[in-house]
Nanobody, 114 residues
Framework: QVQLVESGGGLVQPGGSLRLSCAAS????????MGWYRQAPGKQRELVAS???????NYADSVKGRFTISRDPGKNTVYLQMNSLKPEDTAVYYC????????WGQGTQVTVSS
């Protein structure tokens, strides 16, 4: 079993920044592909960014140039640096990783509002 714990969410004004962290623990023997999804009220969960085991990254068009995903393999941790935040970025952000199957964190709330 693998556990994912997100942190770093909160309330921020438009144009501000936040850094989300996701720490993986448990039966981890390989560096997995990991990613961040988000779900806003009344909307479907959508992919925000992903990073492969080799470090290749992929972003949703809506966050390109503003968000950066990175990882620290030694700590089994993935980060999402979010800059120039907009009200439409408001959502619950979920971390996910694949170790034989998909694992999900519990989510962290990000609210962008003045």
């Amino acid at each position: 079993q693998v556990q994912l714990v997100e942190s770093g969410g909160g309330l921020v004004q438009p144009g501000g920044s936040l850094r989300l962290s996701c720490a993986a623990s448990g039966r981890i023997f390989t560096i997995a592909a990991m990613g961040w999804y988000r779900q806003a009220p009344g909307k479907q969960r959508e992919l925000v960014a992903s990073i492969t085991s080799r470090g290749s990254t992929n972003y949703a068009d809506s966050v390109k140039g503003r968000f950066t995903i990175s990882r620290d393999p030694g700590k089994n941790t993935v980060y999402l640096q979010m800059n120039s935040l907009k009200p439409e970025d408001t959502a619950v952000y979920y971390c996910t990783g694949y170790w034989g199957r998909d694992y999900w964190g519990q989510g962290t709330q990000v609210t962008v509002s003045s």
